[in-house]
């Protein structure tokens, strides 16, 4: 690159949201957020979405793609709108594959317009509202509405709205998520709804991967000719996952991922927060369980939980009011767990489980903001390598830092071969973009093995049974005290607890504290760095909330500079280029240089 494209890519990086042509309503609302200057996508898709072209937008997870179609959309509507709106339709749609995310997008906006003193109504709509709620929430009618596509669907067919009205009314459609829309089996839905989509009706489809599916999407909604895939996101494979997440793996047997993952915690190798996914319901519960024994409090998420629960979860963890979130992101999984059962000797319980009713709408993983979580541990892999993209992109978002932790068995390295190559590992050993984790020694595993594996055979099948049907009756409790609570207090935060003990059993006063004689020298270190790691960079119970950024340098992150197993090495650099894993032999490449 010479002098003057160095200059201009300078520039282009500098440019303000003033340039962009915001609004300076919408500048001082996203001050007053303490967020000041753009993202690479907002950069290049404001102007062009302001400038009325159809969008193609495909960012990396936690790139900032709902400020990059929510900001030129309010603008639009900020200056389009009068008093003597004519409207039977929404002016502006946003479609999005799971409640969760509508909940998202809608508080997003929502808190933009308050800050704007705009007059703009929008509103979300869920599929449990009945016939004659829907009705009533999309009186007026509001300039923009939230919605899933079946959602939208359920409107027309019911003439809640008409089909003419969307023609006349309709100048913006946004599919947001829209690599996963198809996924979610919305594809009916959105041919039934894009037939009265007008053609000047301007559309926007942002996604986080490229795939089939957005082409199809592609094809079947935009109607301008102009499509414009931002250049920026290069098709390059290390452009998957975003460069400030440092990604590690280690290889263990399945029957030993409990006593890794304690150690992990219990001798804080890894950053908090800290998301924990699993691919199966019982599985969280038995992780939840078998934590408490040793006096880490932790809470479940998933898709067999009310959805006010779900919401009041994900605001008390954004919150920070408990470290540690298990996930559960394929509610398919669980079906199969169930079949699984049902060839066991657990048939009759079995059955009460399928009662449980998984919601369709529900998505863990699937663009939701989780604000500050440090770490993503992969309990058990996801079951696509398109899975663990999404479920790593929970963290590192915006401008902070984050690391991902895979505990990988035998029986899981079809799958993890997949996501290697995915990111573009070649067959030379080298890892490039996963690397093992330095920071946990064969020692520091060993001296919790007998308490753990002690603990673990406690934690049974029917315990875990026990406390999942436990867990789901208080958060049905809960999500009726919240419903009406909140309708009062919405911000109001402590009124429910979600991290609260299950166990019948209270834990034993020695598992709370793992005692020193147990932890060798080289493991107290490297969880010493962590620390101060986490305080270097404002990551602390007392900045949490407040949007702590990666401020950090490079040269104190504890991963790139300390190997467990190799603590001489580490003085001289050790991790910083390459150290041995003691587990596997592969050499370890910095690659991600963030
Ligand atoms: N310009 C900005 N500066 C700092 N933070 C920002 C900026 N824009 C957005 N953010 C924050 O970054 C986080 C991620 O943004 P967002 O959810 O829009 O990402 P995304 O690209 O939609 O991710 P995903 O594909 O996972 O949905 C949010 O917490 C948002 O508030």
Redesign the pocket.
């Known amino acids: 690159m010479n002098k003057v494209e160095e200059r201009a890519e300078e520039e282009e990086e500098e440019q303000s949201f003033e340039e962009l042509g915001v609004d300076p309503r919408l500048i001082r609302a996203?001050t007053k957020?303490s967020?000041?200057?753009?993202?690479p996508?907002?950069r290049v898709a404001i102007p062009l979405i302001l400038e009325g072209k159809d969008v193609v937008a495909r960012?990396?997870?936690?790139?900032?793609?709902?400020?990059?179609y929510l900001l030129p959309l309010l603008q639009k509507l900020f200056t389009t709108q009068s008093p003597s709106n004519m409207n039977l339709a929404p002016t502006a749609l946003i479609l999005v594959p799971t409640r969760e995310l509508c909940q998202?997008v809608c508080s997003?906006a929502n808190s933009l317009i308050e800050l704007c003193r705009v007059q703009l109504r929008l509103v979300q709509l869920t599929s449990s509202m009945s016939v004659s709620e829907l009705r009533t929430t999309l009186a007026g009618p509001p300039e923009i509405v939230v919605s899933t596509p079946a959602c939208i669907q359920t409107c027309l067919k019911n003439g809640i709205i008409q089909a003419k009205a969307v023609q006349d009314s309709l100048s913006i459609l946004i599919l947001?998520?829209a690599d996963l829309l198809l996924s979610y089996g919305y594809e009916d839905d959105l041919k039934a709804l894009t037939s009265h989509v007008p053609r000047r009706c301007q559309c926007l489809l942002?996604s986080?991967t490229s795939s089939s599916d957005v082409e199809k999407l592609k094809k079947l909604i935009l109607h301008n000719p102009y499509i414009l895939t931002l250049p920026e996101v290069g098709d390059t494979k290390d452009d998957i996952i975003p460069k400030n997440v440092q990604q590690f793996y280690i290889s263990c047997a399945a029957r030993d991922k409990l006593v890794h993952i304690l150690a992990l915690l219990k001798l804080e190798l890894v950053q908090k927060k800290v998301l924990i996914f699993t691919n199966s319901i019982d599985m969280s519960f038995r992780l939840k369980l078998f934590f408490e024994q040793f006096g880490i409090k932790s809470a479940v998420l998933n898709a067999e939980l009310p959805q006010s629960s779900r919401l009041h979860i994900l605001e008390e963890f954004n919150a920070g009011l408990f470290d540690y979130l298990i996930a559960t992101d394929e509610s398919q999984s669980d079906g199969k767990e169930q079949v699984d059962d049902q060839n066991g000797s657990e048939r009759k319980k079995s059955k009460k489980h399928r009662k449980h009713k998984l919601d369709a709408e529900f998505g863990v993983v699937r663009?939701?903001?989780f604000?500050n979580v440090y770490t993503v541990i992969n309990f058990e892999m996801p079951q696509t390598a398109a899975g663990y993209v999404?479920r790593i992109?929970?963290t590192g978002?915006?401008?902070n830092t984050g690391a991902s932790v895979s505990l990988v068995s035998a029986e899981e390295t079809e799958i993890f071969e997949e996501i290697k190559s995915l990111l573009g590992e070649n067959d030379d050993k080298v890892s490039q973009f996963i690397a093992p984790f330095p920071l946990l020694s064969k020692n520091a595993v060993e001296s919790l093995r007998y308490r753990a594996e002690d603990v673990a055979r406690s934690v049974t099948k029917i315990a875990v049974r026990e406390s999942r049907a436990q867990d789901l009756r208080n958060e049905i409790l809960n999500s009726e005290k919240l419903k009406a609570h909140f309708q009062d207090n919405p911000k109001d935060l402590d009124l429910l607890k979600h991290d609260k003990m299950l166990s019948k059993k209270a834990p034993a006063p020695h598992l709370r504290d793992v005692p020193d004689y147990l932890v060798d020298p080289t493991t107290q270190e490297a969880s010493k760095i962590v620390k101060l790691a986490r305080a270097a960079m404002g990551n602390t119970n007392a900045s949490r909330g407040k949007g702590s950024k990666g401020r950090f340098k490079k040269s104190r992150d504890p991963l790139k500079t300390f190997s467990a197993e190799a603590p001489k090495r580490a003085g001289k650099g050790g991790m910083k280029r390459k150290a041995k894993d003691a587990d596997n032999g592969h050499k370890y490449k910095k690659k991600h240089s963030s």
């Open positions: 996203l957020k967020i000041l200057k753009p993202t996508i907002q960012a990396k997870t936690g790139s900032g793609k709902t400020f990059a998202q997003e947001d998520e942002m986080a663009g939701i903001d604000k999404h992109g929970r978002r915006a401008y």
